[in-house]
């Protein structure tokens, strides 16, 4: 240390302690990305619970991490003769979620979007 200056051994700490505050950081924002694809997750696989469904709410472009509704607020779940597919009513996901450009909604049937659960003459609903 005799033939460091004074300047340089500060340099030296700060650059450790630099280096430790980075790779924490680094390490939270992980478990950060981790616990919102897990959010993600969740929130794209809706749950078909007896005879109601939870809908996901997805927010908007500046708030990108999308929130369940709460358990009080459960969409009814209507059986179509003809096709014994459950379907959801969609005038109440119209008043249950705000339309606008970013928004998908993940129970209405379309090209990329699944119902979780399909009902057919082999297969029984437990109620």
Same mark, same amino acid.
């Not at 030296?12 to 939270?28: D, G, I, P, Q």
């Not at 469904?53 to 908007?60: F, H, Q």
């Not at 249950?96 to 970013?102: A, F, I, K, P």
């Given at each position: 240390l005799a033939d460091r200056s004074l300047a340089q051994v500060r340099s030296?700490?700060?650059?450790?302690?630099?280096?430790?505050?980075?790779?924490?950081?680094?390490?939270?924002h992980d478990q950060g990305q981790e616990l919102r694809?897990?959010?993600l997750i969740e929130v794209q696989e809706p749950l078909v619970q007896g005879e109601t469904?939870?809908?996901?709410? $997805? =927010?908007?472009e500046e708030t990108k991490l999308p929130l369940? &509704?709460?358990e009080?607020? %459960? #969409? +009814? !779940?209507m059986l179509s003769e003809e096709t014994k597919l459950p379907l959801v009513l969609s005038e109440t996901i119209k008043w249950?979620? $705000? =339309?606008?450009?970013?928004i998908k909604l993940p129970?209405? &049937?379309g090209e990329?979007? %699944? #119902? +979780? !659960?399909?009902?057919s003459e082999e297969t029984t609903a437990k109620s």
């Open positions: 030296s700490s700060s650059k450790k302690k630099y280096e430790r505050w980075c790779a924490a950081r680094a390490r939270r694809a897990k959010k469904i939870k809908l996901p709410l $997805v =927010l908007s369940m &509704l709460s009080e607020t %459960k #969409l +009814p !779940l249950m979620t $705000v =339309l606008g450009e970013t129970l209405v &049937l990329v979007n %699944k #119902l +979780p !659960l399909i009902l």
